[in-house]
């Protein structure tokens, strides 16, 4: 199992930016397939982007062109660079490392707060 450790969450200006950090516990390379995903309030939790082992990205189309998730295994941390946000980007941000004979692992969690 991994443990993850969020950071970077916080309150910003529509039309700021935003650095999140998910720092896990052991190595995540190659095992696991590395997430992102947000639950606004009254809304199910949603998948924002993933980065396999090797650097291949997916996106939500909500975010796509405004978000981009990267890795560093040598520090055994992943990144979501949020630029561009909107309040409807408000949310809880979780991330997971998954692996599909172990399940997901999740952290516990950031809040992003996007408002004027």
């Known amino acids: 199992q991994v443990q993850l450790v969020e950071s970077g969450g916080g309150l910003v200006q529509p039309g700021g930016s935003l650095r999140l950090s998910c720092a896990a516990s052991r190595s995540i390379f190659p095992t696991y397939r590395m997430g992102w995903y947000r639950q606004g309030p009254g809304k199910q939790r949603e998948l924002v982007a993933t980065i396999t082992s090797d650097g291949v990205t997916n996106y939500a189309d909500s975010v796509k062109g405004r978000f981009t998730v990267s890795r560093d295994n040598a520090k055994n941390t992943v990144y979501l660079q949020m630029n561009s946000l909107k309040p409807e980007d408000t949310a809880v941000y979780y991330c997971?490392?998954?692996?599909?004979?172990?399940?997901?692992?999740w952290g516990q969690g950031t809040q992003v707060t996007v408002s004027s």
């Open positions: 997971s490392a998954y692996n599909a004979g172990i399940g997901n692992n």
